[in-house]
T-cell receptor, first 113, second 113 residues
Framework: DGGITQSPKYLFRKEGQNVTLSCEQN?????MYWYRQDPGQGLRLIYY???????QKGDIAEGYSVSREKKESFPLTVTSAQKNPTAFYLC????????????FGPGTRLTVT | GDSVTQMEGPVTLSEEAFLTINCTYT??????LFWYVQYPGEGLQLLLK?????DKGSNKGFEATYRKETTSFHLEKGSVQVSDSAVYFC????????????FGQGTELSVKP
């Protein structure tokens, strides 16, 4: 089955620790995206990548980092510099052509205490 | 800049009631428009899309028509079911920005038996 996988589903960390969220796709899509979703709010774009070895900051990139070494993988690191890291994180991919829909993973709920 | 505005929720309806969720947008040219649905604790799923003016997207009894003159893409369903309870997001794909999407803030729908 083609799709996007995110792991783990739930993640717990202590304040001050960096944590990496996994996102893998086997749809052969060029573009991948990371969003943050807070309760009762919409999606905010963190980072996106339209091609391997290249990525751009979204609207709320501070305190986050990414890499895109392989077409199918786009991991997100939440660093200790992110002031309010507890949130639901969604990864998506698309063929990159304008007008194409994005395909979403199931999400990772991160709780930092 | 480009933006999407949705009616605020939550929207509470009885089963078999008619549903309308308003969505208006601001954008240059003719962006593609989308409706996504998110069930509790899950990622987003594409519900329907329209790529040009006067197009009607439809899926699972839901419909939305791309209205350029009113810059709107309202979601409708003639008879809702309890299983339609979810959060609905309207989104647009800005021209010239690859596969990026701009989302509205989401509208929560609750359908009571």
């Amino acid at each position: 089955d083609g799709g996007i996988t995110q792991s783990p589903k739930y993640l717990f960390r202590k304040e001050g620790q960096n944590v990496t969220l996994s996102c893998e796709q086997n749809l052969n899509h060029d573009a991948m995206y990371w969003y943050r979703q807070d309760p009762g709010q919409g999606l905010r774009l963190i980072y996106y990548s339209q091609i391997v070895n290249d990525f751009q900051k979204g609207d709320i990139a501070e305190g986050y980092s990414v890499s895109r070494e392989k077409k199918e993988s786009f991991p997100l690191t939440v660093t200790s510099a992110q002031k309010n890291p507890t949130a639901f994180y969604l990864c998506a991919s698309s063929p990159r052509r304008a007008g194409d829909e994005q395909y979403f993973g199931p999400g990772t709920r991160l709780t930092v205490t | 800049g480009d933006s999407v505005t949705q009616m605020e929720g939550p929207v509470t309806l009885s089963e078999e009631a008619f549903l309308t969720i308003n969505c208006t947008y601001t954008a240059t040219g003719y962006p593609s428009l989308f409706w996504y649905v998110q069930y509790p604790g899950e990622g987003l799923q594409l519900l329907l899309k329209a790529t040009k003016a006067d197009d009607k997207g439809s899926n699972k009894g839901f419909e939305a028509t791309y209205r350029k003159e009113t810059t709107s893409f309202h979601l409708e369903k003639g008879s809702v079911q309890v299983s339609d309870s979810a959060v609905y997001f309207c989104a647009l794909s800005p021209l010239g920005q690859g596969g990026k999407l701009i989302f509205g803030q989401g509208t929560e729908l609750s359908v009571k038996p």
